[in-house]
């Protein structure tokens, strides 16, 4: 079964510094996609950004980018220009396949960032 | 298009009471999901759907959980005892293709229960 770990419980940064976020995982699979959502405190997961093994080049959306070692098995996400809104807790996820042609998720535990004015 | 629908938002009841939530996925999202989050963890799957049909259950626990999804549309999930350990926020989650989206699945934003 596939495991996703995140280090790092909480982390926090000055408002429009950058931060990193770490996420590894455990996997035998060859293509796979990884994401990394966001959840405030409306409790809604929120897709961030994702990235397909089978692609070389780092995912990026706007501020956020990730850096992402396959070889490592690990999957990190910077946020730069860090803004108040970015506050949340963000979990790092991998899409696995059932066996019955469906997929899932499969979350970390998640980082706590807080975002320091 | 409208989101993942969920209620209610907050429940409290006492252990070994009864409990039901309700979710309303995507128009046209065939593949439903019940995640099960506990304070300070990551979202645990309890059971996937595609339409009517379950495709994964293996983590939810048969003897106080049951969920269905009749219609392939609506799902209700249900806690019956619940225990202390049990409380946790309920999250539905849908997707197109089976959860292949490359998009991720959308979330709504979830029941919490806490049983006392």
């Known amino acids: 079964a596939q495991t996703v770990t995140q280090s790092q419980p909480e982390m926090s940064v000055q408002e429009a510094e950058t931060v990193t976020l770490s996420c590894t995982y455990d996997t035998s699979e060859s293509d796979y996609y990884l994401f990394w959502y966001k959840q405030p405190p409306s409790r809604q997961m929120i897709l961030v950004i994702r990235q397909e093994a089978y692609k070389q080049q780092n995912a990026t959306e706007n501020r956020f980018s990730v850096n992402f070692q396959k070889a490592a098995k690990s999957f990190s996400l910077k946020i730069s220009d860090s803004q108040l809104g970015d506050a949340a807790m963000y979990f790092c996820a991998y899409r696995s396949e059932t066996g019955a042609g469906s997929y899932q998720l499969t979350f970390g535990k998640g980082t706590k960032l807080s975002v320091i004015p | 298009e409208a989101g993942v629908a969920q209620s209610p938002r907050y429940k409290i009841i006492e252990k070994r009471q009864s409990v039901a939530f309700w979710c309303n996925p995507i128009?046209?999202?065939?593949?439903l999901y019940w995640y099960q989050q506990i304070l300070g963890q990551g979202p645990k799957l309890l059971i996937q759907f595609q339409n009517n049909g379950v495709v994964d259950d293996s983590q939810l626990p048969k003897d106080r959980f049951s969920a269905e999804r009749l219609k392939g549309v609506d799902s209700t999930l249900k806690i019956q005892p619940a225990k202390l350990e049990d409380s946790a926020v309920y999250l539905c989650?849908?997707?197109?293709?089976?959860?292949?989206?490359?998009?991720?699945?959308?979330f709504g934003s979830g029941t919490r229960l806490t049983v006392v």
């Open positions: 128009s046209g999202h065939a593949t």
């Open positions: 989650a849908s997707s197109r293709d089976r959860g292949k989206s490359d998009y991720g699945y959308t």
